[in-house]
């Protein structure tokens, strides 16, 4: 089955970290830009981070910049995202997507499944003390 599967949410104190999994099976990863995405209740889905084909390229939206760093395991075909300093109105869900056509500058700005090839089903964030 071709798909993307997020891991590693849940509930974290502020100030606290996570780090969650966006594993593909089915299909090879490094042909892929990804990006990550979130949405909190009540509010329009955003891109948060995405990071290019071979891992040499990376970009943030600014309310996570200096404290979220994504990465890639292309041997291991799965992305992260390492979250630090987790503040309260970090809770969301993540998703994770995969593209083929495009790059990071197109990427951290279309925050559509539609556009995607790969799109997971999400997992849910909550910092809450």
């Known amino acids: 089955q071709l798909q993307l599967v997020e891991s590693g949410g849940g509930l974290v104190q502020p100030g606290g970290s996570l780090r969650l999994s966006c594993a593909a099976s089915g299909f090879r990863l490094d042909r892929y830009t990804i990006g990550w995405f979130r949405q909190a209740p009540g509010k329009e889905r955003e891109g948060v981070s995405c990071?290019?084909?071979?891992?040499?390229?990376?970009n943030y939206a600014y309310s996570v910049k200096g404290r979220f760093t994504i990465s890639r395991d292309n041997a291991k075909n799965t992305a992260y995202l390492q979250m630090n300093s987790l503040k309260p109105e970090d809770t969301a869900v993540y998703y994770c997507?995969?593209?083929?056509?495009?790059?990071?500058?197109?990427?951290?700005?279309?925050?559509?499944?539609?556009?995607?090839?790969?799109w997971g089903q999400g997992t849910q964030v909550t910092v809450s003390s």
């Open positions: 990071i290019s084909r071979s891992g040499d390229g990376s």
């Open positions: 997507a995969a593209v083929e056509w495009a790059d990071c500058t197109v990427v951290i700005n279309t925050p559509r499944p539609s556009d995607y090839d790969y």
